[in-house]
């Protein structure tokens, strides 16, 4: 009754993602955040036993010459990946020059489908694929800022590291007095103005309308900084 788009940008570790009207951006130590969603990343991962019957040759899908196949529950090869297939139909268009699928339409009907209560219900799967080979440019989306802001400088031997909503986090092999002593010397590098802080391992810098604290303490013997950027 509802659908919803997902749409993610992966730059390197910059990640961006929009679900609804709202962009946001983290970091990522994957290189691809796919890697265990197999929904987006291999769509075809849960249907991939599926045989089709050749309908017709050199159809022009998504300006790509393909073969249609077309298939249903008495050729699927096995059972889809997700659940017992009562019913199934099917249309795959499998590109003659890069064998791979440009077009992929289906509707299944059965349990366990998404769910393993056992569940009757119908599953539908679009997919489509354009501008093979084709040159891109990856960019981030306009406005919005990268979860690494420029003017905030990271230690050399950050690890753990994480970001996202405005908050940085990251461990190191220095002690906390080491750790403050950075921040204190290199965030006016960037243009930060300290203010006073009365709490110990508490600093606090603003720029503009920008403040940002920064909080360094430890835990199991390393050094954690959390850092936290926001406007006022």
Same mark, same amino acid.
């Given at each position: ?7 993610? +940008? ?8 929009? &679900? ?6 983290? #970091? &990522? ?10 929904? #987006? ?9 599926? =045989?089709?019957?050749?309908?017709? =040759? ?11 196949? $077309? ?10 990946? %997700?659940?017992?297939?009562?019913? $199934?139909?099917?249309?795959?268009? /499998? *590109?003659?020059?890069?064998?791979? +699928?440009?077009?992929? /339409? ?7 489908? #998404? ?6 219900? %119908?599953?539908? +799967? ?17 406005? /919005? ?15 753990? #590291? &994480?970001? $996202?909503?405005?908050? +940085? *986090?990251?461990? %190191?092999?220095? &002690? ?8 204190? @010397? ?10 006073? @802080? ?7 810098? $603003? ?6 604290? /920064?909080?360094?303490? @430890? ?6 900084? @959390? ?6």
């Amino acid at each position: 009754e509802k659908s919803e788009t997902l749409e993610i +940008i992966q730059i390197e570790k910059n990640v961006y993602l929009k &679900s609804g009207s709202e962009w946001i951006s983290m #970091l &990522s130590e994957q290189s691809d955040v796919l890697e265990y969603n197999p929904w #987006l990343r291999n769509p075809f991962s849960m249907v991939e036993a599926n =045989r089709g019957k050749l309908v017709q =040759r050199n159809v022009v899908v998504n300006g790509i010459k393909t073969d249609h196949y $077309a298939f249903d529950e008495h050729t699927l090869g096995g059972t889809l990946a %997700t659940g017992n297939v009562s019913r $199934a139909k099917g249309d795959v268009w /499998v *590109s003659t020059e890069f064998n791979v +699928i440009v077009k992929y /339409v289906t509707h299944y009907e059965g349990k366990n489908l #998404l769910k393993a209560e056992g569940e009757e219900g %119908t599953l539908d +799967i679009t997919f489509e694929l354009s501008d093979i080979n084709k040159p891109i440019t990856i960019e981030p989306p306009a406005g /919005v800022a990268p979860p690494l802001p420029d003017d905030i400088p990271l230690m050399e031997d950050a690890v753990d #590291l &994480s970001a $996202a909503f405005g908050m +940085i *986090s990251f461990k %190191t092999n220095q &002690s906390e007095d080491e750790a403050i002593a950075f921040y204190q @010397t290199k965030m006016p590098v960037y243009g930060w103005k300290q203010e006073e @802080t009365a709490i110990p391992g508490y600093l606090s810098f $603003a720029k503009g309308a920008r403040q940002t604290t /920064v909080l360094v303490e @430890t835990d199991q013997g390393k050094t954690v900084v @959390t850092i936290m950027v926001g406007e006022d």
